[in-house]
């Protein structure tokens, strides 16, 4: 008998997803709020609207459909920039604090999953209640990411490039820790899971800052539009695949 599901189950392509999934919600987000001159309200607004219509779609429906997921991915990296953004430049609470109050909210959306459910398993999520954790959860998450990716990047002075290479090198780490030790493979995923977001907004820095500030200077708009065009083809891929794995 199938077990009924409604996310992505946690595989390489997973991780890869992820991962181009935070750049393109790092460039995109700050495409609205930067490029646009919308502002970080503003932005926040437009983003958290796309965020609960895509979001409603995903509860709504019964089964995991793998462009609807990403979709609601993307959004939550999108509006996660926004919010990051809005707390540490428009509050002016600096990257450290922001990094610590998302960090806060994570952890008590992740204690109040585990005191609902006993445990944190994030596959299969079978029902729409316990999809609302998974994605709280993960919206602080990949809001945290980005407070922590600038923190790394700019208070530490580390700059982009190097701010890439150190998450990176974490989630290495966190790979290894999977496959040469027993520690909790759910503690594992929420690791991963938090330092794939810096990782994802420290690239996508590197890719849209101006060379002085050791970026690329590709611009906001290019980036996410070489993002954009790398994450539909992985989901076609995905689609694929996973229509496969349905007939067997």
Known sequence: MRIANKVAAVTLL????????????ETLGDFISMTLNLGYVVGISVTLVFFILILSVQLRVKKYIPAVYWIVIIATTTLGTEIS????????????????????????????????YKNLEVYPIPERNKEFYYWTAILFSNSLGTAFGDFLSDNLGLGYMMGALVT?????????????TKINHVVLFWIAFVFTRPFGATFG?????????????????NASLVSLALMALMIIISQRKHSRELLF
């Open 14 to 25: 997973f991780w890869l997803m992820k991962i181009v999934a935070t750049t393109l919600g």
């Open 85 to 116: 953004d809005f707390i540490d430049r428009t509050l002016k609470t600096g990257y450290l604090a922001g990094s610590m109050v998302l960090l806060f909210g994570l952890l008590t959306s992740l204690f109040l999953w585990y005191k609902k």
């Open 168 to 180: 990176g090198l974490i989630i290495v780490v966190v790979v290894a820790l999977h496959y040469f």
């Open 205 to 221: 820095d590197l890719l849209t800052k101006p060379l002085a500030k050791g970026g690329l200077d590709l611009g906001t708009l």
